[in-house]
């Protein structure tokens, strides 16, 4: 019997070793347990204000003027940092540098989507 190979067990690809890697969850969720210490609490009152936020600023990045979006792009990236939503952090960190780019807005309107059906999930 050939040794087992850590990258290909049943619970890392869910249909087996043909299946594609499942994708990334969109909080990093051991990111967030050392920066709330555990406390599941305090983590789901984190993530609660972290969605309210992030939806707030994607109803504002539309109309802001190029400047205005640079600082709400600024603010959710600290904060999309904090909770482990990385891949929000990156895409507003592009945001920050070409504020017009309308594919950068419309990828993270997608991540915030995406977030917030994932903490939705997770505090049903």
Known sequence: MPPLQTGNLAYDRP???VSPETAARP????HLARQTMGDRALEQEVLQLFAQQAVAVRKQLSAASPTERIRLAHGLKGSARGVGAFAIAECVASLETRPDDAKALDRLSFL???????ISAIHR
């Open 112 to 118: 915030i989507d995406q977030v917030c059906d994932f």
């Open 15 to 17: 249909g087996g070793e």
């Open 27 to 30: 909080i990093d969720m051991a």
